[in-house]
């Protein structure tokens, strides 16, 4: 089913003479994962921005379940849309981290009971419970991230937008969060995540979108992409590892399949 | 080798906590060493970095003991304007550091408040925006730069002032992977050919790896590792919080089965690898 449907989309921010999404058409099914690559500046979060409405469209529509975001508000659009963005201090604001992480919840009108049910599941779910009554403001990269992530999933909206999630993360918060996305896959959610992450991107997502000024120049498998040599190039994006790996081996006369996406397929495909 | 840094039983704990973030420390940083301190959130690396240029105790208050020195001179005794011409901090977010308006008096700003004169003023910026390479934004606001830009001019401010120790906190943050990558030459470039010594702390070791004269692993306000970083990577370091680098991961696990050695570079362990290949095809 098309969840989000974008056609012919342009966007032009106010004084500037460039379009900065030039010609977008996207169509994104219910339960699919989506990871968006580019360097800086090509226009990624512009388009991100355009899926709750927080910018609408200079040209063309964006459509959210069947419905143009031109005819919604923000706050509508935000109960199916959540968008954590990249800097978490634009996004923090509340004096507890618990008053934020239930802030769109009493918003959106949920129950005492079932606010408090949820912020605390969150607060267990990130490791934030001991900084429950702390500032969010005052809290690490790494925390400020979590709290952020856990302000919108604590809603449940059906569509996740994840700008550069991985930022500030160590070790063990990114292979937390990798679990936590997988779960949600299962949950049936659609995940939009923006990245330059690439290893990230392979762990939760199979489709790549690769923009460049403004423009989709590759859309389709994310396995295949990592091996588009060329493509990676014009975006600017460092080849993963593994891809690497891959084809100097096979530069080498040694051919292994490309299917392979993690360290631990690696292994298996090398092991047999 | 001359001793450049020297920890002696070290413990802090910040003003307002009831935990010590460091403890226990010892430790000894040579002139020309390139130090990776890695370790997980919380494991104490920024506050290490903190202790160098005396921003702990002046600036971040709470207990200290032990001794902290830096090229002989005891750090708590010391202001922090005098140790920064031995240690030059560069932190996460750019942004926190940078306050003028354009490139050229951002790089210029210590040299200012130190009271160059004029002509030598403009001698070292005119060297540290050579260096960098960064003409081309010599008259832009650092706010308008991209993040990599930023972390660049960020440096050159803090190379002005002629410090022998480079310790940054996370550069690689707010970057992409390929201004990362960029910044990481610039890092062994400044280590290998002007001589500086450089501590850097973070969690990602395959930007550094191949840079790196040695690896600090902390965890929990202690050090738990330190040595080459060949020696380091054959441990679990997934266990302490710390992201591998997928050459030497990879090389790890084939181990395991097989007569693998641990490589740190692409070439190394394609010539590995065909190795092993011929013997089990035989």
Do not use: W
């Not at chain 2, 401010?157 to 992409?176: G, M, R």
């Not at chain 2, 450089?198 to 040595?227: K, P, T």
């Amino acid at each position: 089913m098309k969840l989000i449907e974008i056609k012919d989309l342009y966007f032009r921010y106010p004084f500037e003479e460039k379009y900065t999404l030039n010609n977008i058409n996207l169509t994104i099914d219910s339960g699919e994962s989506t990871a968006i690559l580019g360097p800086n500046g090509s226009g990624k979060t512009t388009l991100i921005k355009h899926l709750n409405g927080i910018l609408k469209p200079t040209k063309g529509d964006v459509i959210i379940e069947g419905k143009n975001t031109k005819e919604k508000s923000i706050a509508e659009l935000s109960r199916t849309v959540g968008i954590v963005f990249q800097n978490p201090d634009h996004q923090l604001f509340s004096n507890t981290v618990f008053e934020e992480i239930s802030f769109a919840l009493i918003n959106f009108g949920f129950n005492k009971e079932e606010i408090l049910k949820r912020v605390r599941s969150m607060l267990k779910l990130f490791d934030l419970e001991k900084y429950e009554t702390h500032s969010p403001l005052l809290l690490s990269g790494g925390e400020k991230k979590r709290v952020a992530i856990a302000s919108i999933l604590c809603y449940d909206p059906k569509i996740i937008v994840l700008d550069e999630p991985t930022i500030g993360l160590d070790y063990y918060q990114r292979k937390t969060l990798i679990n936590i996305i997988k779960n949600l896959k299962k949950e049936g959610k659609t995940i939009i995540t923006v990245t330059h992450d690439f290893d990230f991107a392979l762990e939760v997502a199979e489709r790549g979108i690769i923009l460049k000024n403004g423009e989709i120049i590759r859309d389709g498998s994310l396995i295949d992409i990592i091996y588009d040599s060329d493509i990676l190039e014009k975006a600017n994006l460092i080849q993963p590892t593994l891809a690497k790996i891959i084809i100097e081996l096979e530069k080498n006369g040694i051919k292994l399949d490309r299917k392979v996406a993690t360290v631990e397929e690696f292994i298996q495909l090398v092991i047999k | 080798m001359k001793e450049v840094i020297v920890i002696k039983n070290f413990s802090f704990r910040y003003e307002g906590t009831n935990f010590f973030s460091l403890k226990d420390i010892n430790l000894k940083i040579f002139e020309g060493d390139f130090v990776i301190l890695a370790g997980p959130s919380g494991c104490g690396k920024t506050t290490l970095i903190r202790l160098l240029n005396g921003l702990i105790p002046h600036f971040y208050k709470g207990e200290y003991k032990g001794e902290v020195s830096v090229y002989g001179l005891i750090v708590k005794d010391r202001k922090t304007y005098e140790m920064a011409k031995y240690v030059g901090l560069v932190f996460q977010d750019p942004e926190d550091q940078l306050l003028s308006m354009t490139v050229e008096k951002e790089i210029a700003f210590g040299l200012e408040n130190l009271g160059y004169k004029k002509d030598e003023m403009v001698r070292i910026v005119n060297e540290i925006i050579k260096l960098l390479n960064i003409e081309h934004i010599r008259y832009k606001s650092p706010f308008l730069l991209s993040g990599g830009e930023q972390q660049k001019v960020a440096i050159g401010s803090v190379l002005a002032l002629k410090p022998k120790i480079l310790a940054l906190d996370e550069p690689f943050s707010n970057l992409d992977l390929k201004s990362s990558y960029n910044l990481a030459e610039l890092l062994n470039y400044l280590n290998k050919n002007l001589k500086y010594t450089i501590i850097i702390a973070e969690h990602r070791l395959d930007l550094l790896i191949n840079y790196a004269s040695r690896i600090i692993v902390m965890n929990e306000g202690r050090i738990i590792l330190d040595g080459p970083p060949r020696e380091i990577l054959s441990y679990n370091l997934e266990e302490f919080g710390i992201m591998e680098p997928k050459i030497s991961k990879i090389s790890k696990l084939l181990r395991k089965k097989y007569n693998f050695d641990i490589c740190l570079t692409l070439e190394e362990f394609v010539n590995n690898f065909k190795k092993i290949y011929e013997i089990n095809r035989n």
